[in-house]
């Protein structure tokens, strides 16, 4: 792949993920509970890095290894010593500070000057010769931006030809959110320890992470016993919500959806909409809309059934539908708002997008039966702060939707995250950039929608129609690259992500 897709190989990938503070406060208690030392678990993240470094680069002879002031530096004297031991050159840089290193830290560097190795100051002229980084300067711990020579030293190693490989963390991404406050590294792989944390897969993270590695150090006994309140999905889930049908199944069994939009001059957002509900095995779609779009909607796609918005019309298929999907082309005029008025009271399950968004920032409601799906400006507008602050904090974003509207809150971008009312959280790890185009949202809420006239609970069909529109266009990324993807290319291969049980039958 050409870009900047996080990539991983999934069996070694966890889906738990923990947050950065609980993490850290757990590693002592797992090694305790294990009778492992601390730094015998700096030993076996040095020993891990190091495969992985050597794996991927095998025929490198010279790294360069940055050193921070704390645990993450630890590892680096730690992946330094295995080096050396393995024939390879090294050239260790560690920054300076008056505070002492934590002890395991201290450790592993006296285990390095006992075997002969040098410590350099952070400030030298690097060697011609370095055809490898091993990047240990900043780890889970950082809140800020990096500061003076740590921050001189990541722009020169993103600066340098050689690749970087990260310990645990790129330098400078924030491990609980993913934010980019000052220089980060641009990690050609990233090696991440014990646990996922939520920054190594949404905000910047795909800028910066590189190909994710994951090894949990000997503590995979421990971390299978414990609970965490964030889960990674992907689309090796998808046969947990998408089993096979029954052979004697009928259309409405499958979920009767009607989809509210397409005001003057947006025909294309609802057309997309209520194709890709249909793309996504919704048993009946219902489209009420704007006359002058009913005739080319049923042109080019004659299985929807379109009508268009009155009073009369709104009332009799809110009667009959199961799900409601609002707000694609929906508009901000009297039209739609009236619909939107109306569909506030309907007592089954909804979801809101765009333009009912954007209304529902001006009239603010609470709704348990409702998922809202925006992207950061539209949760900037319903959360009244700039796309920035959405932006820094993704995971809390998403809370505070929840718990200012109700229901669940999708918030879209590059690792959605997905809350609801009961706590449960999750972050899709699919997607490419190839989707950065318009009428993916659009898509999405067809998606959605007709995962939900399918059975699933608000929150499942939010978590599995976002993993069901980043694996269709991963399949395309895959195949085509990113670059020039259009939302309506995915209906080719919607229909195979959800059927996962048949997805691998015959190539696209």
Not at 92 to 113: I, N, T, V
Not at 219 to 240: K, N
Request: aromatic fraction near 4%.
């Amino acid at each position: 792949m050409t870009d900047h897709t996080v990539k991983k190989n999934p069996a070694s990938i966890p889906h738990s993920i923990w947050d950065a503070d609980d993490l850290r406060r757990a590693e002592k208690e797992a090694a305790d509970a294990l009778g492992i030392t601390l730094y015998e678990l700096m030993l076996r993240a040095g020993e891990a890095a190091f495969t992985a470094a050597r794996g991927a680069y095998p025929d490198s002879t010279h790294w360069l290894i940055l050193c921070g002031h704390g645990n993450n530096g630890g590892d680096g004297y730690v992946v330094a010593r295995l080096a050396v031991a393995a024939g390879i050159g090294v050239t260790l840089l560690a920054l300076e500070s008056d505070k002492p290193l934590p002890e395991e830290a201290s450790e592993a560097r006296e285990a390095w000057l006992n075997a002969g190795g040098v410590i350099h100051a952070a400030d030298i002229i690097w060697p011609d010769e370095i055809d490898l980084i091993v990047d240990g300067l900043l780890g889970t711990g950082l809140q800020s931006a990096p500061r003076d020579m740590a921050a001189t030293l990541i722009e020169r190693a993103n600066a340098h030809p050689a690749p970087v490989v990260a310990l645990d963390i790129p330098s400078g991404l924030i491990a609980q959110t993913g934010a980019t406050p000052g220089a980060v590294i641009q990690a050609a792989h990233t090696v991440t320890f014990i646990a996922l944390k939520p920054g190594l897969l949404t905000g910047k993270a795909r800028d910066v992470v590189g190909e994710l590695h994951h090894n949990a150090l000997g503590l995979e006994s421990w971390l299978a016993g414990q609970e965490t309140r964030l889960t990674r999905f992907d689309a090796s889930q998808l046969s947990q919500w998408l089993p096979p049908r029954r052979p004697t199944s009928h259309k409405g069994d499958h979920g009767k959806l009607v989809i509210i939009g397409g005001d003057h001059g947006t025909a294309g957002a609802i057309r997309m909409t209520a194709e890709a509900a249909l793309r996504s095995g919704a048993g009946l779609v219902r489209v009420l809309t704007r006359s002058e779009n009913i005739a080319p909607i049923i042109t080019a796609r004659p299985e929807l059934m379109v009508h268009e918005l009155t009073p009369q019309s709104l009332e009799e298929s809110l009667e009959w539908a199961d799900v409601v999907a609002i707000g694609p082309g929906l508009g901000q005029q009297a039209w739609g708002k009236q619909a939107l008025q109306k569909v506030e009271n309907f007592r089954k399950s909804m979801l809101w997008d765009a333009d009912a968004l954007n209304l529902l920032a001006i009239n603010p409601d609470k709704r348990h039966n409702r998922i809202l799906t925006p992207h950061p400006g539209e949760a900037a507008r319903l959360l009244n702060c700039s796309v920035a602050e959405i932006e820094s904090d993704r995971l809390l974003s998403a809370q505070r939707l929840v718990k200012r509207y109700g229901g669940v809150a999708v918030l879209k971008g590059a690792g959605t995250v997905v809350a609801c009312e009961s706590g449960a959280m999750g972050i899709i790890d699919a997607g490419n950039a190839g989707m950065a185009s318009g009428g993916m949202g659009d898509v999405l809420s067809g998606i959605i929608g007709a995962l939900l006239g399918q059975k699933l609970t608000p929150y499942d069909a939010a978590c599995a129609g976002c993993v069901v529109h980043g694996a269709a266009a991963d399949r395309l990324a895959a195949r085509y690259g990113t670059r020039g993807m259009l939302a309506t290319d995915l209906f080719c291969t919607l229909r195979r992500v959800v059927n996962p049980d048949v997805i691998d039958v015959e190539n696209d």
